[in-house]
């Protein structure tokens, strides 16, 4: 199971356990009232629906979870003469050379159109694994807007260093990087506090999908990294507080 389909089924079974707490709190005043045919109807309501929507909800949770992931590309290998494109759905392999393609565009502020010289076009939005990559590393000639090259220039401009996963990739309210929010402007931040959204930040983005893979705070250097990685950065979150946390969300 992919991390966005656990991340949202936990969404829901917390949904759903709430409805549970609701029905029983129900329950209780009415047994206090002695009002019992409310007290059996709040009961038979609270279990009927949570199972209906257990059901109902999660398989639409996961239908929709899949489809997002179907759509999901991955930017690999770019060169000086190319660079491939990964699709998780089918697991197939595309090779675009830089000599099919006539220019790159930008369209809706961050989306990069690429033209190519048979009059096709394909579009890689923020949300691709390795769109920052991609950018980086479009040749220049291909660049023939203004827009684009200036996008391409700033984008990389004034980083700081993210808190969450410790690479300089942090542009003003986000990590290009981990793609993880501000305290400030995240949603669903419920009542935590700034050092608790980081504490789960960090142990949803180092935590492992199968048990026994190492929990790696400090990356090894590879040649398509793009961001510089801050060698004083510090996690606040131990290994044994993320294994535990993976074992309880991820492992089978």
């Known amino acids: 199971?992919?991390?966005?389909?656990?991340?949202?089924?936990?969404?829901?079974?917390?949904?759903?356990?709430?409805?549970?707490?609701?029905?029983?709190?129900?329950?209780?005043?009415?047994?206090?009232?002695?009002?019992?045919?409310?007290?059996?109807?709040?009961?038979?309501?609270?279990?009927?629906?949570?199972?209906?929507?257990?059901?109902?909800?999660?398989?639409?949770?996961?239908?929709?979870?899949?489809?997002?992931?179907?759509?999901?590309?991955f930017v690999k290998e770019i060169s000086p003469t190319g660079f491939k494109v990964f699709k998780l759905d089918d697991q197939s392999t595309a090779l675009h050379q830089w000599r099919d393609i006539s220019q790159v565009v930008l369209k809706?502020?961050?989306?990069?159109?690429?033209?190519?010289?048979?009059n096709k076009e394909k579009v890689f939005a923020t949300s691709t694994?390795?769109?920052?990559?991609?950018?980086?590393?479009?040749?220049?000639?291909?660049?023939?807007?203004?827009?684009?090259?200036?996008?391409?220039?700033?984008?990389f401009e004034n980083l700081r260093t993210c808190p969450t996963c410790g690479y300089i990739a942090y542009k003003k309210t986000n990590c290009l990087s981990c793609r993880t929010d501000s305290f400030e402007t995240a949603m669903y931040v419920d009542q935590m506090n700034k050092a608790e959204y980081l504490k789960e930040k960090q142990l949803e983005y180092f935590c492992t999908e199968v048990k026994g893979e190492p929990v790696e705070f400090?990356?090894?250097?590879?040649?398509?990294?793009?961001?510089?990685?801050?060698?004083?950065?510090?996690?606040?979150?131990?290994?044994?507080?993320?294994?535990?946390?993976?074992k309880q969300e991820y492992w089978d």
């Open 108 to 118: 809706n502020e961050t989306d990069l159109v690429f033209k190519f010289q048979n």
């Open 218 to 246: 400090y990356p090894k250097k590879k040649e398509d990294d793009i961001f510089e990685f801050d060698k004083n950065w510090k996690p606040i979150v131990t290994k044994e507080e993320v294994i535990e946390f993976s």
């Open 129 to 155: 694994i390795g769109y920052y990559n991609l950018l980086k590393n479009i040749p220049q000639e291909k660049l023939l807007e203004s827009n684009i090259k200036k996008y391409q220039q700033t984008t």
């Open 1 to 73: 199971m992919s991390k966005i389909t656990s991340a949202s089924q936990k969404l829901v079974d917390q949904l759903l356990v709430g409805l549970l707490v609701v029905g029983g709190c129900v329950f209780l005043f009415s047994l206090s009232s002695s009002q019992w045919m409310v007290a059996g109807i709040s009961v038979l309501l609270a279990f009927g629906s949570y199972f209906f929507l257990h059901y109902r909800i999660k398989n639409r949770v996961t239908a929709f979870s899949k489809k997002i992931m179907g759509q999901m590309e």
